[in-house]
């Protein structure tokens, strides 16, 4: 493999207290031939002292004299850099050792890839342990880059010839470059693909809100217009139309409730029930179930508390929806109390469980799929005995909450992986990963789809 020169990027705005630990993440690359461009976006706080501590000869410091917002700090890094692969990092996160060798080393086998991006491991608010993991899919497109954010910034690696074909980052379009500069990637004919490995790790802060949501709001939509008109913008995409803000408006309602901007979250929840009137239908309905998601992101934050002031901020007419208060507390201790005992965090996970328990939580179909996504997820990382050590806590405490509920997650997750090797064509490894999955949960020998690619891979194996 050749050793290109990168560069990585990091913006700072009185980032002072995380920026250390940032800046050491880099330097502890085990790809060491990259330079660090830290651009100090006026910052009000002690950068200049921090970055003072920082003598390593790859490190180069500049200093706006004025703040001017993001993306324009972006674009001073890189425009100062010298790097033929650009590496985007915010100042408050941290990259994986290994980060810049396998992005390096991926885009060197794919030179038809102009921006790569991967995995990352979600920090809990205002703390150094892990929440969970973010895996997007490693291939998108513009359509998937209107609806939703695939990668975040610091996810994100793009090939000097791309980022300067695409015209960088527009300060002009406000809040919204996180969605602007990716979607002229696309339209410019750049190609995205995803390494299926976290490699950096995104921090949270508790406390920390969105200011001027409606201002947001209108970044994304007049973002998402100029894509509509560019002439480069296929047919398909266009078709998708309004709908493409729905995940944008999803979460502009949620930081409403959570901020207490009443007035705000009446006004958009309403759009979006019009704009899509299937989010309010059901039990749990989808609007629920994001708002729980949002609800529970921070660890520190009584999740009961402000569940209960999100309902109570609903508009008049979808008061009904206070109906799955109790549902959503529930499954919010659940949820929280899976994830404290993947992520090693086991006090956490015996409170959290315990008050799931208490107040009756319930096993379903979608939360099986949610925890099996996880936990192959997990494996990816850390390896399948790493998973059975996860799942023989687990189990316990889901057999507890449903009769068979830990099995049946157990069979779940060893189905998963047996399919996972068919399409590989691993046919060896199919049988035995079937008939364990069989004896976790015997519903798996009525099911069509499993004992096909059992006859079939003992068929192969025998061949």
């Known amino acids: 493999m050749t050793s290109p020169l990168v560069s990585v990027i990091i913006p700072a705005y009185n980032q002072a207290e995380f920026l250390p ?8 690359q085990t790809y060491p ?15 200049d002292e921090v970055m003072k501590g920082f003598t390593d000869p790859r490190i180069r410091y500049i200093v706006h004299e004025r703040n001017q917002r993001l993306s324009a700090a972006r674009n001073t890094g890189i425009n100062a850099s010298k790097g033929d692969i650009l590496f985007l990092l915010d100042a408050d996160d941290l990259f994986h050792p290994e980060k810049l060798e396998a992005h390096v080393k991926f885009l060197a086998e794919h030179p038809e890839i102009g921006v790569s991006y991967n995995a990352r491991f979600e920090l809990n608010h205002s703390a150094n342990t892990i929440r969970e993991m973010w895996r997007p ?7 998937d880059l209107l609806l939703a954010f695939p990668f975040a910034p610091s996810d994100t690696v793009v090939r000097r010839e791309w980022a300067f074909k695409a015209g960088l980052f527009d300060p002009a379009v406000g809040t919204a470059e996180d969605t602007d500069f990716p979607c002229r990637l696309a339209l410019a004919g750049c190609q995205f693909a995803g390494i299926d490995r976290a490699l950096n790790y995104r921090r949270y802060h508790s406390g920390r809100g969105r200011k001027n949501l409606p201002g947001r709001l209108a970044d994304v939509e007049r973002v998402q217009a100029a894509v509509f008109a560019d002439p480069r913008c296929p047919q398909e995409v266009r078709a998708i ?48 179930d994001f708002l729980l998601s949002e609800c529970i992101a921070d660890e520190s934050v009584d999740h009961e508390a402000l569940l ?14 206070s109906a799955q208060y109790d549902w959503a507390a529930a499954r919010g201790w659940l949820w929280k109390g899976i994830r404290a005992v993947i992520w090693g965090r086991e006090e956490a996970a015996r409170s959290h469980f315990a008050r799931a328990l208490h107040l009756h939580a319930a096993m379903d179909e979608s939360l099986m799929q949610l925890i099996t996504y996880h936990l192959l997820g997990y494996e990816t990382e850390f390896g399948a005995e790493a998973v059975k050590a996860v799942l023989e806590k687990l189990i316990p405490w889901l057999n507890r909450l449903a009769k068979g509920g830990g099995d049946k997650l157990q069979g779940s997750y060893l189905i998963n992986r047996a399919f996972d090797f068919y399409r590989s064509r691993d046919y060896r490894k199919v049988p035995s990963l079937v008939a364990r999955a069989c004896r976790s949960d015997p519903s798996y020998l009525r099911n069509r789809g499993v004992l096909s690619i059992l006859v079939r891979s003992l068929v192969k194996t025998a061949s």
């Open 21 to 28: 630990e940032t800046l050491q993440s880099v330097l502890n």
């Open 33 to 47: 031939h990259f330079e660090l461009i830290v651009v100090n976006d006026a910052s009000t706080d002690n950068t």
């Open 137 to 143: 899919p490693l291939s998108v497109g513009l359509k």
């Open 241 to 288: 139309g309004r709908m493409a803000i729905k995940h944008h408006l999803m979460v502009i309602v949620s930081l409403a409730l959570i901020q207490n901007e009443t007035e705000h979250a009446h006004k958009y929840t309403r759009a979006l029930a019009a704009l899509d009137p299937s989010v309010i239908r059901g039990e749990p309905c989808e609007l629920v």
């Open 308 to 321: 209960r002031r999100v309902f109570a901020q609903l508009p008049p007419e979808l008061a009904r929806l």
